[in-house]
Nanobody, 126 residues
């Protein structure tokens, strides 16, 4: 069955860095665009970044452009999110998700995704 398992979250000071990983299994990973979302307490789930099947195409939320980098290793069936210059506003649970093929590339709608990981907590605080 399809599984997405995130790891790499934790507590980091403002200005620090973290790298999140999402290990996928149960499907042909290289055939799917993948995304990272985040959800802070009391807020809606927000699209952070998306990466295409061959990693050529990427897109980012304005709030993370220049600080976060999404990447993937199709040989390892893993998608990554490198986060730098972290701010307290980046505090959230971060989820990876598999995009349904054929859905609009830039759509942030959560119902354009069919599988989600369990999430990993990122807390940015001094």
């Amino acid at each position: 069955q399809v599984q997405l398992v995130e790891s790499g979250g934790g507590l980091v000071q403002p200005g620090g860095s973290l790298r999140l990983s999402c290990a996928a299994s149960g499907f042909t990973f290289s055939s799917y665009a993948m995304s990272w979302y985040r959800q802070a307490p009391g807020k809606e789930r927000e699209l952070v970044a998306i990466i295409g099947t061959t990693a050529v195409g990427t897109n980012y939320a304005d709030s993370v452009k220049g600080r976060f980098t999404i990447s993937r290793d199709n040989a390892k069936s893993t998608v990554y999110l490198r986060m730098t210059s972290l701010k307290p506003d980046d505090t959230a649970v971060y989820y990876c998700a598999r995009k349904i093929p054929g859905r609009h590339w830039s759509s942030p709608a959560t119902n354009d995704y069919d599988y989600w990981g369990q999430g990993t907590q990122v807390t940015v605080s001094s």
